[in-house]
């Protein structure tokens, strides 16, 4: 498995599934929420992936529960904004593991909500 796979992580997704087991109706509400940081721009050797990454902004989507008190990253890109297409296929994911998504949100404010 590639660690650096950029998108939805399958682990992170994985985890979310078997927890949904466990949950009630009312625990599987969620929201999601995405951000976008500054990165220091410089050049990072990975050396588990054996490659050379290099970003200047981070998108991070996090899911959170609306009624009981989880929260797992789920979605990352770098130099990336996120695309509707994109959001809609982290719905689609959250919904087809059994959580049920009713909000979502942007932290903070940027002209490129959308590319």
């Not at 220091?40 to 054996?50: E, K, L």
């Not at 981070?58 to 990336?80: A, E, F, H």
């Amino acid at each position: 498995m590639d660690p650096m796979c950029f998108g939805v992580m399958d682990a992170a997704a994985s985890v979310l599934e078997a927890a949904t087991t466990d949950m009630s109706d009312m625990d599987r509400l969620c929201v999601i929420s995405f951000d976008e940081m500054s990165l220091d721009s410089r050049y990072c050797y990975d050396s588990t992936a054996d490659q050379i990454l290099r970003g200047s902004k981070l998108q991070l989507l996090m899911v959170r529960g609306l009624c009981s008190p989880w929260k797992q990253p789920l979605y990352y890109q770098l130099d990336s904004a996120m695309t509707p297409g994109e959001l809609v296929h982290v719905i689609v994911r959250l919904e087809s593991i059994g959580l049920s998504v009713v909000a979502g949100g942007r932290h903070g404010y940027s002209r490129n909500v959308f590319s």
